[in-house]
């Protein structure tokens, strides 16, 4: 087992998922039921099945893409994802929302 991996692995998914939506699911969640124990069981099988399909096509697509590649895409995707989010929303956005 590469012990530097699994922590580096733990501490990246663990300060990433701080304050996330679905840390904040869970929260509300657990606020309003009566067995937080089975909030904590739900969430971290969620955690669990995420993270392991994650797993799963990364290394499906480490075969056919190089690591750099994949780098790149994601950090493209982000780029992407931050300037829409910086941008400010259109009329035609607003109209659309309303019923």
């Given at each position: 087992?590469?012990w530097q991996l699994l922590?580096?692995?733990?501490?990246?998914?663990?300060?990433?998922?701080?304050?996330?939506?679905?840390?904040?699911?869970?929260?509300?969640?657990?606020?309003?039921?009566?067995?937080?124990?089975?909030?904590?069981?739900?969430?971290?099988?969620?955690?669990?099945?995420?993270?392991?399909?994650?797993?799963?096509?990364?290394?499906?697509?480490?075969?056919?893409?190089?690591?750099?590649?994949?780098?790149?895409?994601?950090?493209?995707?982000?780029?992407?994802?931050?300037?829409?989010?910086?941008?400010?929303?259109?009329?035609?956005?607003?109209?659309?929302?309303?019923?």
């Open positions: 087992m590469d922590g580096l692995a733990f501490v990246t998914v663990f300060v990433s998922e701080l304050g996330d939506k679905s840390q904040l699911a869970a929260i509300a969640i657990s606020g309003g039921s009566k067995s937080p124990r089975a909030v904590f069981l739900g969430a971290s099988a969620a955690l669990l099945l995420a993270s392991f399909l994650g797993v799963i096509v990364g290394e499906g697509t480490a075969h056919f893409l190089p690591a750099k590649a994949v780098k790149i895409m994601a950090a493209v995707g982000f780029m992407i994802i931050s300037i829409r989010l910086l941008l400010p929303k259109s009329d035609d956005d607003s109209e659309e929302a309303t019923p």
